[in-house]
């Protein structure tokens, strides 16, 4: 399941001044020639047994002082041998991505905005053989967001969504747990305010149905193909949330497919529904 494709200078100028100073010449003869072999020893010096004339400086290559050294888990990973900017796979199949949601809570419904807001933590499950790694216990390794930013993850959003941040206290709120085989796990808290497009015909005594879906934002289906990972078991809630003015009757999963006419191409939607 996926949607559309997206495409996502550092100039350095080295402007090298020169100048030159000189003197008078004596106007007299015979004082020129000392003259000119001095200042010919002076625009003249010796580097490593070759002459090099001034005005055209040597310049010794410095080390990159932006590029920060790999961490031994990133040697480990093979980060630096693999383009991370291309799915995993590129050129074969779609790539299949799971998808589980835990509901953290539900924090309010608004029949004014008609929208309502929930935190959640979304997990994200797919395999990516240029992450494999030698293991002789053949456990996983967890990271948090530093190499997130280093390697491919999948490119999720909530359609209809207002507003969403991630959790950042104490630190960002993201997991990446790496297996020997290549298989990962990415988990983020999550905060989401989405559209409940709501009919308050029949109000106080209204049902509706919200909806919070998940899509990816530039894969269509030939490249990404998302699937809840645990079937209608991939929306789980704490028994505990409730609201004080709404009735939560059920959570549950459902699976479509979008069409964007400006890309031509079919795209696989997942979506969790909420009714109240």
Same mark, same amino acid.
């Given at each position: 399941?996926?949607?559309?494709?997206?495409?996502? =200078?550092?100039?350095?100028?080295?402007?090298?001044?020169?100048?030159?100073?000189?003197?008078?010449?004596?106007?007299?003869?015979?004082?020129?020639?000392?003259?000119?072999?001095?200042?010919?020893?002076r625009e003249?010096?010796r580097v490593?047994?070759?002459?090099?004339?001034?005005?055209?400086?040597?310049? !010794?290559?410095?080390?990159?002082?932006?590029?920060?050294?790999?961490?031994?888990?990133?040697?480990?990973?093979?980060?630096?041998?693999?383009?991370?900017?291309?799915?995993?796979?590129?050129?074969?199949?779609?790539?299949?991505?799971?998808?589980?949601?835990?509901?953290?809570?539900? $924090?309010?419904?608004?029949?004014?905005?008609?929208?309502?807001?929930?935190?959640?933590?979304?997990?994200?499950y797919w395999?990516?053989?240029?992450?494999?790694?030698?293991?002789?216990?053949? %456990?996983?390794?967890?990271?948090?967001? !530093?190499? =997130?930013?280093?390697?491919? =993850?999948?490119?999720?959003?909530?359609?209809?969504?207002?507003?969403?941040?991630?959790?950042?206290?104490?630190?960002?709120?993201?997991?990446? !747990?790496?297996?020997?085989?290549?298989?990962?796990?990415?988990?983020?808290?999550?905060?989401?305010?989405?559209?409940?497009?709501?009919?308050?015909? !029949?109000?106080?005594? $209204?049902?509706?149905?919200?909806?919070?879906?998940?899509?990816?934002?530039?894969?269509?289906?030939?490249?990404?193909?998302?699937?809840?990972?645990?079937?209608?078991?991939?929306?789980?809630?704490?028994?505990?949330?409730?609201?004080?003015?709404?009735?939560? %009757?059920?959570?549950?999963?459902?699976?479509?497919?979008?069409?964007?006419?400006?890309?031509?191409?079919?795209?696989?939607?997942?979506?969790?529904?909420?009714?109240?």
């Amino acid at each position: 399941m996926s949607t559309m494709q997206l495409e996502t =200078v550092f100039v350095f100028i080295c402007v090298c001044v020169l100048g030159a100073a000189g003197r008078s010449a004596h106007r007299r003869g015979p004082r020129q020639e000392p003259y000119k072999q001095s200042r010919l020893r002076r625009e003249t010096t010796r580097v490593d047994g070759g002459a090099q004339k001034s005005g055209s400086p040597i310049f !010794r290559r410095s080390p990159d002082m932006t590029k920060s050294p790999m961490t031994k888990s990133e040697q480990l990973l093979r980060i630096d041998d693999h383009d991370f900017t291309m799915r995993p796979a590129f050129g074969g199949p779609p790539i299949p991505v799971g998808v589980d949601v835990q509901v953290e809570s539900l $924090d309010t419904i608004s029949e004014a905005d008609m929208d309502f807001t929930m935190t959640l933590y979304l997990r994200h499950y797919w395999k990516d053989e240029r992450l494999s790694f030698q293991s002789s216990n053949n %456990q996983s390794m967890t990271f948090d967001s !530093r190499l =997130v930013k280093k390697i491919w =993850v999948p490119d999720m959003f909530f359609v209809h969504s207002k507003r969403s941040f991630i959790h950042d206290t104490t630190t960002d709120n993201l997991m990446l !747990r790496v297996y020997p085989d290549g298989n990962v796990l990415y988990s983020l808290r999550v905060t989401v305010t989405a559209m409940c497009n709501m009919d308050l015909s !029949r109000f106080p005594l $209204d049902t509706q149905t919200c909806s919070l879906e998940i899509e990816s934002y530039a894969y269509t289906d030939d490249d990404l193909m998302l699937y809840w990972k645990k079937g209608n078991e991939s929306l789980n809630t704490d028994d505990k949330i409730s609201l004080s003015q709404f009735l939560i %009757q059920k959570f549950h999963t459902t699976t479509k497919l979008a069409f964007y006419s400006s890309t031509g191409n079919a795209s696989v939607l997942s979506d969790a529904r909420l009714n109240v």
